[in-house]
């Protein structure tokens, strides 16, 4: 990638009754797309899903792109660990041992909500310095 041109970043939210996709680029939110979570995507559903916002195979380097999985339900991270494999992105999951610039005193941590720790990391990037607890 140019290095005028800032880091791609695939979010992925998998709840209980959707999943929702953002693309951005640096913090910028360009695009978004929602399936439905009863039944999960294929791997070629989810690709052709972020192709129409996103057409990843043309880029000269797939790996440099982030996929970032933050998801309620257990199957979740096998299929995108897939599709990432098969896009050739890297693979981030949102979990209680993922080391972020903050500390979430939070007992038992596995029982907090990967959403919760979206938000706080998000919190701590956007009003960093400006308030002495987040």
């Known amino acids: 990638m140019n290095k005028n041109r800032p880091d791609i970043k695939v979010c992925v939210s998998h709840g209980n009754s959707y999943i929702k996709t953002a693309l951005y680029a640096g913090n910028s939110q360009k695009a978004f797309f929602r399936l439905e979570s009863k039944k999960p995507p294929s791997v070629r559903l989810y690709l052709s899903e972020l192709i129409k916002i996103f057409d990843y195979t043309k880029l000269a380097d797939p790996g440099k ?19 990432c494999a098969k896009a050739g992105f890297r693979f981030l999951s949102v979990s209680c041992g993922l080391e972020l610039p903050l500390k979430i005193d939070y007992l038992p941590p596995e029982s907090l909500g990967t959403d919760r720790i979206c938000s706080a990391a998000a ?12």
């Open 123 to 134: 919190a701590l990037k956007k009003y960093r310095g400006e308030a002495d607890n987040i």
């Open 65 to 83: 792109i982030t996929l970032a999985l933050s998801a309620t339900r257990k199957d979740a991270e096998p299929l995108f660990q897939k599709i």
